[in-house]
């Protein structure tokens, strides 16, 4: 069992920067793909970014491409979300979730591969 944990989240300028971290209880971090959701109200679940289990590969989706940044301390149980040139539009939900995959790969998209979620963590940002 993987217990997920988000924060960073708050209230940020058009343009500002946030960091988001998701922190584990329990099973090590470093046996899952990782990966970074969100959700805007009457808008579904889509995926903002993926890191592999040792961090050599990232995927990110193309509306935060540039923008984002996604990495992982293992060491500290622990995944990043770096958010910069944030835009009214990434007004959300941000979620954290632990996939038991072997590769980040097409399939580490989809939400539904993910095992395990955190809580969430708002992210608004002011226009």
């Known amino acids: 069992q993987v217990q997920l944990v988000e924060s960073g989240g708050g209230l940020v300028q058009n343009g500002g920067s946030l960091r988001l971290s998701c922190a584990a209880n329990?099973?090590?971090?470093?046996?899952?793909?990782m990966g970074w959701f969100r959700q805007a109200p009457g808008k579904e679940r889509e995926f903002v970014a993926g890191i592999s289990r040792t961090a050599e590969r990232t995927d990110y989706a193309a509306s935060v491409m540039g923008r984002f940044t996604i990495s992982r301390d293992n060491a500290k149980n622990t995944v990043y979300l770096q958010m910069n040139s944030l835009k009214p539009e990434d007004t959300a939900v941000y979620y954290c979730a632990a996939a038991a995959a072997s590769y980040l790969g097409p399939n580490t998209t989809k939400g539904e591969q993910y095992n395990y979620w955190g809580q969430g963590t708002q992210v608004t940002v002011s226009s």
């Open positions: 329990g099973r090590t971090l470093s046996s899952y793909v």
